[in-house]
């Protein structure tokens, strides 16, 4: 059967106006209903869902202002599996770990290169973590407490799908040193990522095989839903590189945050401008709904 599609507009808070709201409106024909005056809004589209979103993104080029499409039905999910750096929290841990030790230029670029897709990532991180080697664990605490934290609408976006009998996985090809914490501040049911060798209160410059990459994340989306008896189309992945691209392949929801091209490429919700709160408006939320 044809799909009818949904259009959801969704901005920083109070960026979506009434301007904005009147172009959106007179690009599709008829008018919006806001899930949440200045924030979000929906319309319904029919089976011209991209040709609709394409006009609006059009009208809307100069403005803050995210445009997705998306089937009508079906849009509430019952798995949220999320990456952790930068897209859960503002910034790469391996990096404040680096920059810490005063190794970030030379960490860095190497990150940046595995999330454009540029490097294999267990290739990528086996060479980071080598240049940490000899680190006092100390470092991992004072990164936690320093310098990470949650981005804009992640607990909202985990507290409110949670209340609603959704399951949530933070998944990071990152360390569980910080998934452990980031989890239980942001209040997902489970994480997985990476050990980190340590040894006498020292980094070893290893990580423990086999390394969460790229597959791994994918294999988790898929293995929790058939672990809860849910289809692929009940379940909704985020992300933000190169890593993240098998389980936003596989996603029945799949949304690419703040990321780099490659994964905009392949995810069906792009948010450049608004925070994570409009993953829960993206599935027809409305501001009551919410719970912080």
């Given at each position: 059967?044809?799909?009818?599609?949904?259009l959801?507009?969704t901005?920083?808070?109070?960026?979506?106006d009434?301007?904005?709201?009147h172009?959106?409106?007179?690009?599709?024909?008829h008018?919006?209903?806001?899930l949440?005056?200045?924030?979000a809004?929906e319309?319904?589209?029919?089976q011209?869902g991209l040709?609709?979103?394409?006009?609006v993104?059009?009208?809307?080029?100069?403005?803050?202002?995210?445009?997705?499409?998306?089937p009508?039905?079906?849009?509430?999910?019952?798995?949220?599996?999320?990456d952790?750096?930068?897209t859960?929290?503002?910034?790469?841990?391996?990096?404040?770990?680096a920059?810490?030790?005063?190794?970030?230029?030379?960490?860095?670029?190497?990150?940046?290169?595995?999330?454009?897709?540029?490097l294999?990532?267990?290739?990528?991180?086996?060479?980071r973590?080598a240049?940490?080697?000899?680190?006092?664990?100390?470092?991992?605490?004072?990164?936690?407490?320093e310098?990470?934290?949650?981005?804009?609408?992640?607990?909202?976006?985990?507290?409110?799908?949670?209340?609603n009998g959704?399951?949530?996985?933070l998944?990071?090809?990152?360390?569980?040193?910080?998934?452990?914490?980031?989890?239980?501040?942001?209040?997902?049911?489970t994480?997985r990522?990476?050990?980190?060798?340590?040894?006498?209160?020292l980094l070893?410059?290893?990580?423990a095989?086999?390394i969460?990459?790229?597959?791994?994340?994918r294999?988790?989306?898929?293995?929790?839903a058939?672990?809860?008896?849910?289809s692929?189309?009940?379940?909704i992945?985020?992300?933000?590189?190169?890593?993240d691209?098998?389980?936003?392949?596989?996603?029945?929801?799949?949304?690419?945050?703040?990321?780099?091209?490659?994964l905009?490429?392949?995810?069906?919700?792009h948010l450049?401008?608004?925070?994570?709160?409009?993953?829960?408006?993206?599935q027809?939320?409305?501001?009551?709904e919410l719970?912080?």
């Amino acid at each position: 059967m044809p799909t009818d599609y949904t259009l959801v507009l969704t901005a920083a808070l109070g960026r979506l106006d009434h301007n904005a709201a009147h172009a959106a409106s007179k690009a599709i024909g008829h008018g919006l209903h806001w899930l949440e005056p200045g924030t979000a809004a929906e319309a319904p589209v029919g089976q011209d869902g991209l040709a609709a979103r394409d006009a609006v993104r059009e009208a809307l080029k100069d403005l803050a202002v995210d445009v997705n499409v998306l089937p009508g039905t079906g849009r509430r999910k019952q798995l949220l599996v999320a990456d952790m750096d930068s897209t859960i929290i503002g910034c790469e841990c391996i990096d404040e770990i680096a920059d810490v030790a005063g190794l970030k230029p030379q960490v860095a670029a190497i990150t940046e290169r595995a999330m454009r897709g540029e490097l294999p990532f267990e290739e990528a991180l086996k060479a980071r973590v080598a240049l940490l080697k000899g680190l006092p664990e100390a470092t991992l605490e004072t990164v936690f407490r320093e310098r990470v934290r949650l981005n804009p609408g992640a607990r909202t976006l985990v507290q409110t799908m949670a209340a609603n009998g959704a399951y949530t996985a933070l998944v990071s090809g990152g360390f569980t040193y910080f998934t452990s914490r980031v989890a239980e501040a942001a209040g997902f049911a489970t994480h997985r990522a990476n050990e980190l060798g340590i040894a006498a209160g020292l980094l070893t410059g290893a990580v423990a095989e086999p390394i969460l990459g790229r597959d791994a994340k994918r294999e988790t989306l898929e293995g929790l839903a058939q672990f809860r008896g849910l289809s692929l189309s009940e379940t909704i992945a985020v992300g933000d590189g190169a890593n993240d691209l098998a389980m936003i392949e596989r996603a029945g929801l799949s949304a690419a945050y703040r990321a780099k091209p490659v994964l905009k490429a392949a995810a069906q919700i792009h948010l450049d401008h608004s925070d994570l709160t409009a993953l829960l408006y993206v599935q027809g939320y409305r501001s009551g709904e919410l719970v912080n």
